[in-house]
């Protein structure tokens, strides 16, 4: 080689090496993260460099309590997992694009570098996407198969995607994760069509799913057996996840499992919604539902639980069967359970709520749905005397953690779930009650212990003389008479006393549904007036629904939208007798969810959220009065804020489905660290979450750091 040649290569591996050398210091400078002895910090590397967006999971099994914490790594594909309780862990990397890393066991205050893994095909890179993303395959009818024979005459394209959705089938179940998205192999040996028929029968829900699916007619099933095929013959899905971006990388996911295996809950609660440091540091108290009798209760410091036995009657029945969303029995056996009857509650508790004394109220039963005397026809009791109620299907009861002592309240109203109002007695409001509104006076209950002096109830009346007070009305299937007022059928399903003005919110539950206001007055059983508010299109199907400090209702919305309705852009008269649901949609805005919707929709999403709640004394720290939406098929949940939907994914495991939420500061003074949003993985079937059985229900703890490296 002449010298040129060896000048020009000897410069160019001086260049080289020079260009080896600051890739290299710079390498070690970006994964040079700053952790405390508590922390497992450094970052995730792939072969193109930093991976930002991604997800760096913890997880133990040394305590009670299985434990997992996720954060999101920054820009610079670094990242920090803070307050690591003392344990061995495992420690990888997942996200989108990529397989999970190779896992490593480490320990707080070590340093661990990941490298990252790229999916090498589209399929492998889809197995990690969130149900959304696979659930908006599944095809929707097109307008000429509404014709009266493949799909029931009555049923319109809405009503078939309110009941797909959060109304039925994902009501209860997130579709679309892998466990729905695949056939049991019990199950393999049968055509799709019948396989799908079988696998829905599974269970003691087996009746009421069936049901659901036959109300549409045969093409429902063979639409789902067509996803499953598609699925299997190698489609993916056609829209794919971003990666988190912005305040998304700030969020601190842990997890905790509690209760038992082959039982789920329903929801938990953690403080009072009016004083979040009411119950700081404190048990969190799990809601069953029809799962079992037992309330379990998670300590978030020791990471352990034990579980509460409630006590019922000896003559207390089952809450399952006839009036109930379950059997007592298996319609066919589960591909998980066999022939087993792994639900069987007395007490179906619902849903809890805590005072500010932190005892902890639970819609519960302990008796048959025959009422007791003071609540019907010919009692003197002035609910009774206005509306007497004959039967109702779950009461309300009340437990002191202090002492454990339970008190059944034995009601006269159907419960749901019970929110504390903002008035000096402590009025705790109830859904559930059906034609009827109902409460309880904690007050006078901590007074007297008389629950037929402490509770009340009313119907539901509109103001249709326009005078501005309650007088004789019509029937719900009456005709609007000017001359008198009008009772309507528009039970809640959830319910919001306002902070703003005293007025009860609820959502009713229907297609299209409405939201619904009840101003009580001074005797609530002759003199609160109602106004309804219809959901206009596009939005239709609310559930669940909470409502801000300034009065505007949140709602969750089976169309895929966050809706919002504000009473205070009313144009029109709110009484009178065009004042029966139609006359306010300008008080109506509708945001839409992220992910993908279903094919020829338009620009919708197939988001099915379940509930929806408002953090109005910033306990999650995006700010106050901050609506969230559980993301029922976006495994985790999303915060509305200035316009723009954020998405707090839980990332393993995948299948996070929650049904309700609530917030909690355990020390205002510790900033980030001491405040967060709790939830329960509320899937009727927790089992089908990524891990399959053997894996118990989660409790979600979700915090916003100021920065994806703050420890």
């Known amino acids: 080689m002449n010298r040129p ?53 913890a997880e133990t099994r040394d305590f009670q309590s299985r434990f997992i914490r996720s954060v999101v790594t920054d820009d610079q ?25 190779d896992k490593t066991t480490s320990a707080p205050g070590r340093s661990l570098n990941i490298t990252a893994k790229v999916a090498r095909t589209p399929a492998e890179a889809a197995h990690y996407y969130p149900a959304i993303y696979w659930y908006s395959m599944l095809k929707i009818p097109d307008a000429g198969q509404f014709d009266g024979t493949q799909i029931p005459k009555g049923i319109d394209l809405q009503r078939w995607r309110y009941q797909m959705n959060n109304s039925g089938c994902i009501g209860c179940h997130q579709l679309g994760q892998l466990a729905t998205r695949t ?127 409630v006590p019922v009657s000896e003559d207390a029945p089952l809450a399952l069967g006839p009036g109930h969303a379950a059997g007592l029995d298996p319609a066919q056996p589960s591909a998980y359970w066999g022939n087993r009857r792994i639900w069987d509650t007395h007490v179906n508790n619902h849903n809890s709520m805590l005072d500010r004394q932190g005892r902890v109220w639970m819609t519960a039963a302990d008796r048959d749905m025959n009422n007791p005397a003071y609540c019907k026809q010919g009692s003197d009791h002035p609910s009774a005397k206005a509306f007497p109620m004959e039967r109702s299907t779950r009461q309300a009861a009340v437990l002191d953690p202090k002492t454990m002592k339970y008190t059944f309240l034995d009601l006269c109203f159907g419960t749901h779930h019970p929110q504390f109002g903002y008035d000096p ?8 009650g059906g034609q009827v509104l109902g409460w309880v006076n904690t007050k006078m209950w901590d007074q007297t212990h008389d629950v037929a002096k402490s509770s009340g109830w009313t119907p539901f009346v509109l103001d249709t003389n326009g005078n501005g007070k309650r007088d004789a009305y019509v029937g719900p299937d009456d005709p609007v008479d000017p001359t008198k007022d009008k009772r309507i059928n528009a039970g809640f399903y959830a319910v919001m006393p306002s902070p703003a003005d005293g007025s009860i919110w609820g959502t009713y539950w229907t297609n299209s549904g409405a939201v619904v206001r009840v101003v009580p007055g001074p005797n609530p059983p002759e003199t609160a007036i109602t106004e309804i508010y219809n959901v206009p299109l596009p939005g239709f199907g609310p ?78 720290g995006l700010g106050e009065n901050v609506p969230i939406a559980t993301g029922n098929l976006n495994d985790g949940f999303i915060a509305y804020r200035n316009g723009q939907m ?66």
């Open 543 to 620: 559930r669940g629904g909470d409502i801000d400090r300034n009065g505007v209702v949140w709602v969750s919305l089976a169309s895929g939208h966050f809706g919002s309705f504000d009473r205070r852009t009313c144009k029109g008269p709110l009484n009178g007798p065009k004042a029966t649901g139609d006359h306010c949609p300008e008080g109506w805005t509708f945001h839409k969810f992220p992910g993908p919707g279903f094919r020829g929709l338009g620009d919708t999403s197939a988001e099915s959220s379940y509930y929806s709640w408002v953090d109005q004394h910033n306990t999650l």
């Open 77 to 101: 594909g670094r990242y920090v997992i803070p307050d690591l309780p003392k344990a061995t862990y495992t420690v990888w990397a997942r996200g989108y694009g990529l397989v999970d890393s």
């Open 646 to 711: 954020i998405v707090l994914r839980v990332p393993y495991p995948i299948g996070f489905y929650a049904k309700g939420l609530d917030g909690r500061i355990d020390d205002p003074k510790a900033g980030w660290k001491g405040r967060g949003l709790w939830a329960a993985n509320g899937d009727r079937t927790p089992w089908l979450i990524e891990g399959g059985k053997g894996t118990k229900p989660f409790a979600a703890h979700v915090q916003v750091r100021p920065n994806p490296l703050a420890h």
């Open 5 to 57: 040649l060896r000048v020009l290569f000897g410069l160019a591996s001086v260049t080289l090496l020079v260009a080896w050398v600051f890739t290299s210091t710079h390498a070690q400078q970006r994964a040079a993260v700053e952790i405390d002895t508590d922390d497992i910090g450094g970052a995730v590397t792939g072969p193109n460099g930093p991976e930002a967006g991604v997800w760096v999971i």
């Open 425 to 432: 007695n402590d009025t705790v409001w109830f859904s559930g």
């Open 183 to 309: 056939i049991p192999s019990d199950f393999a040996s049968l055509s799709s069509r019948d396989a799908w028929i079988r696998r829905v029968q599974s269970g003691q829900a087996g009746a009421q799913m069936m049901g659901q699916l036959t109300q549409l007619g045969p093409l429902s099933i063979q639409n789902f057996a067509d996803w499953t095929d598609r699925i299997k013959n190698g489609e993916l899905p056609f829209a794919q996840p971003p990666r988190p971006q912005g305040v998304e990388r700030n969020v601190v996911i842990t997890l905790r499992d509690w209760y038992y295996e082959d039982k789920y809950l329903h929801d938990l609660i953690s403080s009072d919604r009016r004083s979040p440091t009411v119950n700081a540091n404190g048990l969190l108290y799990g809601s069953p539902e029809y799962a079992g009798d037992e309330i379990p209760m998670l300590d978030p410091v020791k990471n352990t639980w034990t579980t509460f036995r």
